[in-house]
């Protein structure tokens, strides 16, 4: 079992920069891929972007591109989302998840455990 717990949301003017933390529980952090997603108001779960166990290898939506960075550090069992140049279309829920050696990043089914999510809002 993993637990995951966002942090870092919050106001931001648009142009600006967030950094999302998600901290994992257990020993096996490093055979988990790590991935964010996030949720608008009446829209659906949309994939950000994620880095696989390794941390070698990120895949972010093309709406990340250019402006969000994962990174994760094992021996903080932590992966963080920097946002920058925010625009206000990425006000959203913010959400992390774990799956074990999951390979498609991209794929919310593959998966197994996610956090609470945490509120991110940008005003024009």
């Known amino acids: 079992q993993v637990q995951l717990v966002e942090s870092g949301g919050g106001l931001v003017q648009a142009g600006g920069s967030l950094r999302l933390s998600c901290e994992a529980s257990?020993?096996?952090?490093?055979?988990?891929?790590m991935g964010w997603f996030r949720q608008a108001p009446g829209k659906e779960r949309e994939f950000v972007g994620g880095?696989?166990?390794?941390?070698?290898?990120?895949n972010y939506a093309d709406s990340a591109k250019g402006r969000f960075t994962i990174s994760r550090d094992n021996a903080k069992n932590t992966v963080y989302l920097q946002m920058n140049s925010l625009k206000p279309e990425d006000t959203a829920v913010y959400y992390c998840?774990?799956?074990?050696?999951?390979?498609?990043?991209?794929?919310?089914?593959?998966?197994?455990?996610w956090g609470q999510g945490t509120q991110v809002t940008v005003s024009s």
């Open positions: 880095v696989r166990w390794s941390g070698g290898i990120t």
């Open positions: 998840a774990a799956g074990s050696y999951v390979y498609e990043l991209a794929i919310s089914a593959a998966y197994a455990y």
């Open positions: 257990g020993r096996t952090f490093s055979s988990y891929s």
